[in-house]
């Protein structure tokens, strides 16, 4: 599978399950210090919200970094994905001990499960790719509709402004011949598909969610990977801790690969 015969695919869910032939899921938030900051700042909000007993929905699980934290933690955890690949994933590092229950399925029905139903819902990889309005908000109610009343929701979002620049890094022509529209810097939505923070903001709060945090979950970690790499284990833990000091910032909110919101 390459990009040419994915964009071929008309069918959208069959689209993304090909996705991630392409894109290796199970290494993507553990392959280095620098991947992992996205993992290590969401997972600080998470915990800030999970309470003992806490129920968790992962919509969109890849191949289980996420479920696998917590449930073995002790958290009972449900996962819905998509992909063949990041279900073979999951399932190649799942122990009879974990308590997870796994469902190959789509996001935009979660009718397997009941309303009200999650303490903590989880929706990180099906806005990176539906495109149509209609389906958006299809996916938002759908989580909505499992969560709690009291519950919260952490939703992500691909951050078009900053991919310029970790995409410059790779191709020292980019800002000439890249994938985007020259006048209104709109990336192009394929294979993923992008938003800025006022249109990531607008779709929650314009499908009722009332948003906690507004998060860059790794800012510039992918474009400094390389320095990020070589720290040692002190150096980096005050990175992170400079990290989490400027990740709410609304200044600096938009200079992210990954955006992260709460919300309930």
Known sequence: MNFEELA???NEAERVNRTYDIFNEDIRLNHSKAARVEFLTTVKYIEKY???????????????EYSFYFARKGYDVSALELADANIAAFKNKLKPEDNIDLVQGNALDLSMYRDDSFDIVLLFGPLYHLE?????????SEAKRVLKNDGKIFISF????????TEFQYDSEYFSNGDYNKETFKLNNFPFVFHTVD??????????IKLLHEIASDGASELMAERINEMSDEDY????RYHFYICEKPELLGMTNHLLFVGE
């Open 8 to 10: 071929k695919i008309e």
């Open 50 to 64: 999970l309470k003992k007993g806490g129920k968790i929905l992962d919509i969109g699980a890849g191949a289980g």
């Open 132 to 140: 149509s309005d209609n389906d958006k908000v299809r996916c938002l």
């Open 158 to 165: 691909i951050s078009n402004d900053f991919i310029f620049l």
């Open 199 to 208: 249109a990531a903001r607008k779709l929650l709060t314009g499908n009722g």
């Open 237 to 240: 833990k005050q990175y992170l």
